[in-house]
């Protein structure tokens, strides 16, 4: 695999930057997650600390949490990728169990009245969307 450089694209980031900033005003709760990515396929990609650089300032310019599972023991078997920014089924399926019960523990946590917790969940991820992505946020291109 060849090394590549993430493109920001500015608009997109400035629209992403509106929409957290409206959240924040509605009471609606963000979590950035950025999803499992082939650990190999990681040193690929020349601009990859700028690009967490990002997530980390929105994340703390917001107030809001920033997961990064791209170390997590998902990434680091094969078995489980499509390719190395993509999961398959079977990567899918265990990360979104992950996922589901991280959300569950956190949104108990949070919930300090009866009204229900609104919460939005961004994925970050490299690359557009496909039909197995629940949302991908696409900030970079």
């Known amino acids: 695999m060849k090394e590549y450089e993430i493109k920001f694209d500015a608009a997109t980031i400035q629209l992403f930057d509106e929409y957290l900033h409206e959240c924040r005003n509605k009471g609606i709760k963000v979590i950035l997650v950025y999803t499992p990515e082939y650990i190999e396929g990681q040193k690929f990609v020349k601009n990859r600390e700028e690009m967490f650089k990002l997530f980390i300032n929105l994340s703390l310019k917001y107030n809001i949490p920033f997961w990064d599972y791209s170390n997590d023991a998902i990434s680091f078997q094969k078995k489980y990728f499509y ?20 959300l569950k523990e956190y949104i108990e946590k949070i919930q300090t009245t009866a009204i229900p917790v609104r919460c939005v969940v961004a994925l970050l991820q490299l690359v557009s969307f496909n039909s197995d992505d629940c949302l991908i946020l696409k900030l970079c291109r």
Do not use: D, I, R, V
């Open 83 to 102: 390719n190395s920014s993509h999961m398959n089924k079977k990567g899918a399926e265990l990360f979104t169990n992950k996922l589901t019960n991280a």
